[in-house]
């Protein structure tokens, strides 16, 4: 038993359930500077059993007496309807990511290539958390779960668990942790003295070389430091509840389903198989999920007796035991017997939206109501303070134990916020057949970069929301790729130019007809597109005549198509932009666009980035161009209202060679146009692509050429 072990045991046999020090610090501060128990709060509360202690005094704290039965009946405080949603649903707990960031890559937690991590002022502050903690514990919240990302990779995570283990005294009962365990034996003796009462430790393999597999990462041998480590604290009396999370995938680790439960057998250990979850980049599918149903017919084949246990009415798992066994099993079943009805939950994400429903991608900002009292700047330890300090003034004249808990100065818009986001709660999650193909964050941002706001919510629950015109700006392509794309990710931007035409899709081809590029300058319309010659006029027919096909640079004397010669040409500056335009059918696309709504994700983004690498392959795909050093490539896609609403493309291509760039141009806008469509397809079927055509070349012989203009300069 190491040191720290034998203090907390001490402690513990002392009965002392915190640290007086501690407590004595932390407790006095934490004060309200403004009575929240206002006209609309006593207007919608209902009856609950939760119980919340004055402080205790910091002068002389020691260990905090529990009160009786019958006084906790006496003060009990009717729960908040803030926290109630329309199907009555009681949310004490609080789940909060207090990092995106993880030491591990679990396949089915994120994709291969990682997720974009958002700035660090988007995230919440620590004293932001203890903030937003504070106002759900005032309302009833008696369960807060950290987690992530890893929780114990935020460098300030000890001085965050402390300060909301501040908040026992005032209703909260459980401190929780969900962790990878990597790092957490480290820090858990301190965690324990900060108040953690249960620990949820995720690992899906117990052999070390299937571990790196599934987790990308080294480090087995630390995991099971750990979980060794909460079994001695627990034998030293800490009373850590304890629980394995296994996510079960068909064929990687099915076959360890009997030695998890294996571990039940001399460990006071719940081990919870959890079934395959869709999340966006985790490649889910049907077949590798391994149901709760088939789990159970393993196990039973081993144990027979294996025996159902009665459990709470807001657990998320069926749990189970096999006699004589010191552990339990449990089986978590989103996706085959959801457990929505009884759901108690809600999750503030790392950038500090309120997100009500694990599986929905509706989302609401607290972060920003919150910084309101701050000019919208991030509370950090100083403001904090100056709150604090500010809070003590008001409260002096009372004595320290009828100081409330401390909370924002905007507490009650934040609760509103709260409220109506709350009541917007469904009564359940999409089904497994929805599932897969709905947008949601990426698991390891649940538990974030590109916040998927619900448009009824964003207009309501936002009052400071980001304006229309910037919503496609602000995260740009990181929020589909990583810093550096790799190929796999440049073939699925460009998975349309390979399968157009292949699902039914009714493509509008003739927009893009070469023959609609003869007509006349001077009809102000489109204009050929020969990299060295002038516009050809002809305005009897979309078709060039036969008598012309000799002056065609990519026809032989004998008519047969041949790649030109630049081998005599001066290399020269040369530029090329070209333009197109997708026209919508259905009104209901642009407002998806614009908010980042479409089921495969963000159209501009990805069609920008398509734009772009298709210009790169011109060669790869046009017979006769040749492969040319592209100096600069710039694909530009506005959203415009005017009707049923459009995208307009514009493609600009530069190089410092011997030929011209327009097809390159052309390239960018069409693969741009084309991404918009494919990503659209299931909402507006009956979209068309028209216009495409180059509008500006520089360079070469022909000098400058601008749509409309009949000659260069």
Request: glycine residues 8%; positive net charge.
């Amino acid at each position: 038993m190491t040191a720290a072990t034998r203090r907390i045991a001490h402690r513990l046999r002392a009965g002392a359930a915190t640290h007086p020090a501690r407590t004595r610090a932390l407790g006095a501060p934490f004060l309200q500077t403004r009575p929240i128990a206002t006209e609309a709060l006593a207007r919608t509360q209902t009856p609950s059993p939760v119980h919340q202690s004055p402080l205790p005094s910091s002068e002389g704290a020691g260990p905090i007496a529990s009160p009786s039965r019958k006084d906790r009946l006496k003060d009990a405080l009717p729960f908040s309807d803030f926290l109630t949603d329309t199907f009555a649903r009681q949310h004490d707990y609080l789940r909060i990511s207090v990092t995106e960031r993880c030491n591990l890559r679990c396949v089915y937690c994120m994709p291969e290539e990682g997720v974009p991590l958002s700035p660090s002022r988007s995230l919440l502050t620590t004293p932001e958390i203890v903030l937003l903690s504070s106002l759900f514990v005032s309302q009833g919240v008696t369960k807060i779960r950290l987690t992530g990302g890893e929780p114990t990779v935020r460098r300030d995570i000890l001085p965050l668990m402390q300060q909301l283990g501040a908040l026992r005294p005032h209703g909260l009962r459980e401190l929780c942790l969900t962790t990878n365990g990597l790092s957490l034996h480290r820090k858990l003796d301190a965690m324990v003295d900060a108040g953690l009462t249960a620990v949820n430790l995720s690992l899906d393999t117990l052999d070390p070389w299937q571990f790196q597999i599934m987790t990308r990462r080294p480090g087995f041998a630390a995991v099971m430091k750990t979980v060794d480590h909460i079994f001695e604290l627990n034998r030293a009396g800490a009373g850590i509840k304890f629980k394995i999370n296994c996510v079960v995938m068909r064929g990687l680790n099915d076959r360890e389903i009997l030695p998890f439960v294996a571990m039940t057998r001399d460990k006071d250990v719940e081990v919870r198989f959890i079934e395959y979850m869709p999340f966006d980049g985790n490649k889910w599918n049907k077949g590798k999920m391994f149901s709760y149903q088939e789990m159970l017919d393993v196990i039973r084949a081993e144990h027979p007796g294996l025996a159902k246990v009665a459990g709470h009415k807001n657990d998320t798992s069926k749990t189970y035991q096999v006699p004589g066994f010191a552990g339990r099993i449990g089986f978590i079943t989103s996706m085959t017997h959801n457990f929505c009805g009884t759901c108690n939950r809600l999750r503030i994400t790392g950038d500090g939206n309120l997100k009500v429903c694990l599986f929905g991608n509706a989302e609401v900002s607290l972060r920003d109501i919150i910084r309101k009292v701050n000019r919208g700047e991030p509370i950090d330890e100083e403001t904090f303070e100056a709150m604090k300090r500010t809070a003590m003034a008001e409260m002096e004249h009372l004595s320290p134990s009828d100081r409330p808990i401390m909370l924002a100065p905007n507490s009650e818009e934040l609760l509103d916020i709260i409220g109506m986001a709350v009541k917007r709660k469904k009564e359940k999650h999409a089904g497994i057949g929805e599932l897969e193909h709905m947008k949601n964050r990426p698991m390891i941002l649940i538990d974030s970069k590109n916040t998927v706001h619900d448009k009824g919510a964003n207009a309501r629950l936002q009052p400071q929301s980001m304006p229309p015109s910037q919503w496609n700006h602000q995260a740009g392509i990181a929020s589909i790729f990583p810093s550096r794309p790799t190929t796999s990710h440049i073939r699925r931007a460009l998975g349309s130019l390979i399968t157009m035409g292949t699902e039914n899709t009714p493509f509008h081809l003739r927009q893009f007809s070469t023959t609609t590029t003869t007509v006349a300058p001077k009809t102000n319309t489109k204009q050929p597109i020969d990299n060295e010659k002038k516009p050809q006029e002809n305005t009897s027919s979309p078709a060039v005549p036969q008598q012309q096909q000799q002056h065609l640079t990519h026809l032989s004397p004998t008519g047969t198509a041949h790649m030109v010669s630049i081998a005599s040409k001066t290399p020269t500056a040369r530029l090329a932009t070209a333009k197109c335009t997708i026209r919508f059918t259905n009104p209901a696309v642009v407002p998806l666009i614009r908010e980042n709504q479409m089921k495969k994700g963000d159209v501009l983004g990805v069609a920008r980035v398509a734009g772009i690498m298709a210009a790169k392959r011109t060669a790869d795909t046009i017979p006769l161009c040749h492969p040319i050093a592209i100096t600069h490539v710039s694909v530009e896609l506005e959203v415009v209202e005017e009707g049923e609403g459009a995208v307009e493309v514009t493609a600009t291509v530069a190089c410092d060679g011997k030929t011209g760039v327009e097809m390159e141009a052309l390239m960018a806008a069409s693969a741009a146009a084309l991404t918009v469509y494919d990503m659209c397809k299931a909402v507006d079927k009956g979209m068309v692509v028209e216009g495409l055509r180059v509008v500006v070349k520089e360079g070469g012989r022909s000098g400058r050429w601008v749509e409309g203009e009949q000659s260069g300069s």
